[in-house]
């Protein structure tokens, strides 16, 4: 679960975007730019003052960070994020992007670009100088979105749900589906195990549908052990069923079924590097 801002309305919101090449960065700035905020794709940390300094922000403002920049030093870029999150004119926030290694050498081989931490060595050694750089600004992140098995679309809405304006609940809630056979979601703060419930594989009328679907919905709800399942963990038994229910209490919610995306992809859906 995602805080999003309800508060310090008088202050002028200055959104920090970093993470390794490759997880998302410039699509994260691109969806803030849709969604109303002022941004600058990448900025010397030398002339950040100089813009807080100026007129007064009609938009939010979202700053992408790079360690390609001529200035940039993590140190310096900590006693900035320090500094500023004790300014009561500006309310400062650190997105960070992150992505596991094999995806990020995965998108680097499918656009053939070289990693700017390695130009001659390859991406591998890159990414492992990059993340290892990048430690004391990922543990200071207020936001932190593991882009792995992420598209682009699925990126910008994640971030729409966290960063665009809206009224209602301070927090935003995804619900998201997975297999455990190809492992736990990356990021998730609770999992529920539910195979102790009816398996529709064991049905072969429903075995080739999916978990969206009202058939296979009322054929999990009618295993007895259902019911005192789902109330007990505060709906949370199905991924469409809580969405659903916490929808109707005004939560911000979004979905993500995990195996349905990647049968799309497999189909011919391409994701899209990003730098």
Excluded at 189 to 212: I, M, Y
Excluded at 234 to 256: D, P, T
Aim: glycine residues 6%.
């Amino acid at each position: 679960m995602a805080p999003t801002d309800k508060t310090q309305d008088s202050a002028a919101r200055l959104i920090f975007v970093i993470g390794p090449a490759g997880a998302g960065r410039s699509t994260a700035i691109n969806a803030l730019e849709d969604i109303g905020y002022e941004v600058i794709h990448s900025l010397p940390i030398s002339l950040l003052d100089r813009l807080l300094a100026g007129p007064a922000m009609d938009h939010p403002l979202a700053v992408g960070l790079d360690v390609r920049n001529r200035d940039f030093g993590v140190e310096n870029l900590v006693h900035t994020i320090d500094r500023l999150s004790q300014d009561e004119r500006i309310q400062m926030q650190l997105l960070f992007l992150d992505c596991s290694d094999d995806e990020l050498v995965r998108r680097f081989s499918e656009t053939r670009r070289r990693h700017p931490l390695a130009q001659q060595e390859g991406p591998v050694l890159g990414i492992e100088r990059e993340k290892s750089l990048l430690v004391p600004l990922r543990a200071r992140a207020d936001f932190l979105i593991d882009t792995t098995g992420m598209t682009p679309h699925q990126l910008r809405r994640e971030l729409e749900q966290i960063f665009a304006p809206s009224e209602g609940r301070i927090l935003s809630v995804t619900v998201q589906s997975f297999s455990y056979k190809r492992g736990l979601p990356r990021g998730a703060d609770f999992v529920f195990d539910c195979r102790s419930l009816r398996n529709l594989h064991w049905e072969p009328a429903l075995r080739p549908l999916d978990g969206t679907e009202p058939r296979v919905a009322d054929y999990v709800a009618g295993d007895p052990l259902s019911e005192r399942f789902f109330s007990s963990i505060r709906e949370l038994a199905l991924a469409e069923r809580l969405a659903n229910a916490l929808a109707a209490e005004g939560w911000q919610v979004s979905k993500r079924h995990r195996e349905l995306e990647r049968r799309a992809d497999l189909a011919g859906t391409k994701k899209e590097p990003d730098a």
